[in-house]
Every structure is written in structure tokens, then in C-alpha cells.
């Protein structure tokens, strides 16, 4: 599986906007990138996922770069329950329903 | 809807020891994934099954072994124990394979082992 490089810490105050940087350099034509969130003392959540488009839910919005080889999990008002670890994460078709993890970003947001 | 179940929810074993870890998924849903999680790392990938038939298989030793029922339902068994078997064990769920599906985490299993 292509490999995903994220930072490992960010910091943030509360309900001010989050980017959170994903690079993925050797992802492939048919990798959808696929963000998850994982709160404490929980499993991880499903947040959103692209192919080459830029994307929009209640939660979040992924912004792909026109190359693809990188992309940015925009917050748009952090809040407390926003602190997480983010996983960037690339899939694609042969891999089944398998998710390779990576480190993830641990986001602080600050009141 | 109730989202993933799994149980125990706590477990505490001795080395050389055998556990049995159980996940029910979301309704509707056919595809069953295990993830061991160590602490301070990203869960890894242990199995996958889809329909009842093993799809996915990760880089764990033979000690590891799971199955998924008719009812979709799955176990995760893991033999003869190790100290560094103790982490936090995650099940997910999925309507099928492909990767557009969204996976759906239950709480996880934390084991402890002595």
C-alpha cells in the first residue's frame, strides 16, 4: 500500500479552523484517500474520503491536491470534542476492506 | 440502529492462555475486519471476512485465528498467549468491500495479559 507521512502533533484553538496536512506521494491512480479520527478511549470514526475531487460533509472538508500526492482535512470550527488522533489513509479496490494506519496527527484544541 | 458490539469489553488472561473475542455487526452488514491496537500506535490489520469466507489476512502469526458466522457475526481467537499480545482489539464492520465503504468501529476488547 502506498504510504501516508502526516506531522504528529497540531495544536488548535477552540472554534477557529484545522488543516491537517496528509502527503501521499506515491498514491496511485485508483487510491481514494479516506480520513479517520480516533477520540480517546474510542475506536476509530469514518470522517470523510476523495478520489480527485475536493469534498464536502457535516463534518469535514478534504481538500486533493490537483496532482494528488497530497491532501488537507479541513476542520471548519474546532471544537474540545474535536481532539483526536487523524489518520490519513489510502485505499484502494484490491485491498478489500483493509485500512493500513499510519502514526496520525494528535490534535489538541485549546479552549 | 445499534452501531458495532463487541465483548468483553475487559479481559484479562495469563501468558500461554487462549481468548476468545467476540464482534456483532451493524445490521445489513456482511464485511468484518480485526485490528490490533498497541499502545501510543495505529491499529494493524489482522483479518478481514466477507460472507462468511476469509478476504484479508495481515502480518500476524498463526497463534491468531477468526471466523465469522452465518449471522455475520464474528470470533477472534488468539492462542497460546503472549505478554505482548496485551493491547486493545477493534472490530469493524462494513456494508461490503469496496473502498468507498465507510468502516464502522466498535469500542474494542482491551486484553491484558499477565
Known amino acids: 500500500d502506498a504510504k501516508t507521512t502526516q506531522p504528529n502533533s497540531m495544536e488548535s484553538n477552540e472554534e477557529e479552523p484545522v488543516h491537517l496536512p496528509c502527503n501521499h506521494s506515491?498514491?496511485?491512480?485508483?487510491?481514494?484517500i479516506h480520513w479517520y479520527r480516533q477520540l480517546p478511549s474510542q475506536g476509530p470514526e469514518y470522517v470523510i474520503h476523495?478520489?480527485?475531487s475536493n469534498v464536502n460533509n457535516r463534518m469535514a472538508s478534504l481538500a486533493i491536491a490537483e496532482d494528488r500526492k497530497s491532501s488537507t482535512l479541513i476542520l471548519h470550527r474546532a471544537t474540545l470534542r474535536d481532539a483526536a488522533v487523524y489518520y490519513c489513509?489510502?485505499?484502494?479496490?484490491?485491498?478489500?476492506?483493509?485500512?493500513?494506519f499510519g502514526e496520525g496527527t494528535q490534535l489538541t484544541v485549546n479552549p | 440502529d445499534a452501531g458495532v458490539t463487541q465483548s468483553p469489553t475487559h479481559l484479562i488472561k495469563t501468558r500461554g492462555q487462549q481468548v476468545t473475542l467476540r464482534c456483532s455487526p451493524i445490521?445489513?452488514?456482511?464485511?468484518v475486519s480485526w485490528y490490533q491496537q498497541v499502545l501510543g500506535q495505529g491499529p494493524q490489520f489482522i483479518f478481514q471476512?466477507?460472507?462468511?469466507?476469509?478476504?484479508g489476512r495481515g502480518n500476524f502469526p498463526d497463534r491468531f485465528s477468526a471466523r465469522q458466522f452465518p449471522n455475520y457475526s464474528s470470533e477472534l481467537n488468539v492462542n497460546a498467549l503472549l505478554l505482548g499480545d496485551s493491547a486493545l482489539y477493534l472490530c469493524?464492520?462494513?456494508?461490503?468491500?469496496?473502498?468507498?465503504?465507510?468502516?464502522?468501529f466498535g469500542p474494542g476488547t482491551r486484553l491484558t495479559v499477565t
Open positions: 469493524a464492520s462494513s456494508l461490503g468491500q469496496a473502498e468507498t465503504y465507510e468502516q464502522y
Open positions: 506515491t498514491i496511485s491512480g485508483t487510491d481514494y
Open positions: 476523495g478520489l480527485t
Open positions: 489513509i489510502l485505499r484502494r479496490g484490491t485491498s478489500g476492506s483493509r485500512l493500513t
Open positions: 445490521s445489513g452488514h456482511k464485511s
Open positions: 471476512y466477507y460472507e462468511k469466507e476469509e478476504r
